[in-house]
């Protein structure tokens, strides 16, 4: 695959190419005023997975608390810029992006984040 890829010229794109544009500290701000919604959202999956598909919910790789408390960035702005070498630098508008190491997630807008309803009343 690597000489394929040589003769069309295609780059292929490492994920430490990738940057993250408006997760500044407003950003981080207002990400951090949807808490609640957010945790809300990750307890409603907790419940769905311990219900419905115990494989699932005893398989992910984060532990569910410390999903709840990753921080959270909302940007109207939100975008990836890709950094390739030798040619100009590619931006890509996103709704949302999440980063494993360390665990972050972005989100363009708060309807992003989650439903406003608590999880007692589904």
């Given amino acids: ?5 040589e003769s069309l010229k295609v780059k292929v794109i490492e994920y430490s190419d990738l940057r993250i544009s408006g997760a ?4 981080e701000r207002v990400g951090e005023g949807e808490r609640l919604c957010f945790m809300r959202a990750v307890a409603a999956l907790q419940e ?20 709840k408390q990753a ?3 909302i940007s109207e702005h939100l975008s990836v810029e890709v950094a390739i070498p030798g040619l100009e630098h590619v931006h890509s508008d ?7 190491s360390p665990l972050t997630f ?13 999880v007692a009343e589904r």
């Fill in 1 to 5: 695959m690597p000489k394929l890829l």
């Fill in 24 to 27: 500044d500290a407003l950003a």
């Fill in 48 to 67: 769905y997975f311990a219900r419905n598909d115990e494989q699932l919910y005893k398989s992910i790789q984060v532990n569910w608390e410390r999903l």
């Fill in 71 to 73: 921080p959270i960035f």
């Fill in 94 to 100: 996103i709704r949302a992006h999440v980063v494993t």
């Fill in 106 to 118: 972005y989100f363009k807008c708060h309807a992003d984040v989650g439903e406003k309803m608590p």
